[in-house]
Each structure stands twice: as C-alpha cells, then as structure tokens.
C-alpha cells in the first residue's frame, strides 16, 4: 500500500494564479483532510470531507476549494493564490466509525507551497 | 472550542536520560488524544493514542503517554532518549462528544533534541 500520496511535492506560483493540489489514499479510509502547516502554529484544518460526496470547512477555509472527487482522492484548489497560502500542505485519511484504528489519522509528504 | 497547548518550544535532553514532553488540552467533552512525530521535511507519523480504558498508553518507538483527566494534561514520555528521537512532536485532540469540524486539533509543536 502506498497510503496517502501528494502531488505535486514543490510548487511556486505568482500571485494571482491558480492550482490543485492533489490527494489520493489507497487503505479504503472514509474520511480525508487538507491541514496547512506554518511556522510555530501547528497545523490548522483547511477542510474536510467525512464520507464521499460531503465535506465541510474547517478553521480556515477562506481562499480555498475542494472536491472529493471519490473515495480515494480529494484535491484542494486555490483560485487565486496570495502570498499569505505559501506553506505547507498535507493531506490525511482516517477510517471512521467504530474499530482499533478509528480516528489514526495518516498523512502524506506534503507539497511545499511558495506564493510570490 | 477545542485547543492543545505544548509549552515547550523546545526540549533538549542528553542520550540515555528519560524525556517528557508536555500537552494539555481543552474540550468540552471527552477527549481523544493523540502523539505524532514529523521528521525533517517529512509528513506527520502516528505514535499513540488514548481513547479509553487505561491512562497509560504505550506507543511505537518505545514512546508512552499518560492521560490525566483532572489535570486535562497527556504527556509523552520515554525512559531512556536516542539520537534518532531528535524530531517535532506535535500532540492533538479530538473532542468525542463532536460538532463542528471532525479534524483533529493540533498544538504548535515541540521541537525535541537528543544531545549525544
């Protein structure tokens, strides 16, 4: 199992342009997430998606969009990038509902964003 | 609102002493809590977990945490450090009772360093 994979791993945009960030899990896990992750601040909850064909905005959604395109993948979008979206993006899976490995949330490598 | 604090941006410990990293949490239900580990330019690692039962949770590397409900605290500990423990240790919670976001939320990270 690769578990969660990231696409691109590095990106640099101009103010103004667009990207998606790809997101794809392979352990057939129900729940997916976008986090940012900025210097002494942790990481913060972009969005969420509980199930296929919901999701739900976390802390700090503004600027961004997503989709769950399916189970397995869930991409994040900027439409229109700002210096203040350079940062460090992960993505993360979890299997909801009951059992040992209910809420282990697995992340992938990032994609290390600079906005110019 | 849930939130974590880690109060330590950095703990440095010599090799073969015990280590504690410090976490407290706020929720306004009952807690589940979790370790993770992030290495130089690498995604986010699970190491334990506490969801119920005993407050001594035992976790991957030798790592253990000690949930203390009274003191709303679950602090990472391990008797004896290694070099290779030399990473960011992030702690996180999630509230069980639910509503609003279903990521976790995380604490700003404590940078641990193993002094040879």
């Known amino acids: 199992n690769a578990g969660v994979t990231q696409t691109p791993k590095f990106q640099v945009l101009k103010t103004g342009q667009s990207m998606t960030l790809q997101c794809a899990q392979d352990m057939n896990h129900n729940s997916m997430y976008w986090y940012r992750q900025d210097p002494g601040m942790g990481l913060r909850l972009i969005y969420y998606s509980a199930s296929e064909g919901t999701t739900d905005k976390g802390e700090v959604p503004n600027g961004y969009n997503v989709s769950r395109l399916n189970k397995r993948e869930f991409s994040l979008r900027l439409e229109s990038a700002a210096p203040s979206q350079t940062s460090v993006y992960f993505c993360a899976s979890t299997k909801s509902g009951s059992g040992l490995k209910t809420y282990e949330q697995y992340f992938g490598p990032g994609t290390r964003l600079t906005v110019t | 609102a849930q939130s974590v604090a880690q109060p330590e941006d950095q703990v440095n410990v010599a090799e073969g002493n015990p280590l504690t990293v410090k976490c407290t949490y706020s929720v306004s239900g009952n807690p589940y809590l979790f370790w993770y580990v992030q290495y130089p330019n690498r995604g986010l690692q699970f190491l334990l977990k506490?969801?119920?039962?005993?407050?001594l949770v035992k976790g991957s590397y030798g790592f253990e945490a000690e949930f203390n409900k009274s003191q709303t605290s679950f602090h990472l500990k391990k008797p004896s450090a290694l070099v290779s423990d030399s990473a960011l240790y992030f702690c996180?919670?999630?509230?069980?009772?639910?509503?609003?976001?279903?990521?976790?939320?995380f604490g700003k990270g404590t940078h641990l360093i193993i002094q040879p």
């Open positions: 506490y969801i119920t039962g005993d407050n």
């Open positions: 996180a919670v999630r509230d069980v009772s639910g509503g609003g976001a279903d990521g976790l939320t």
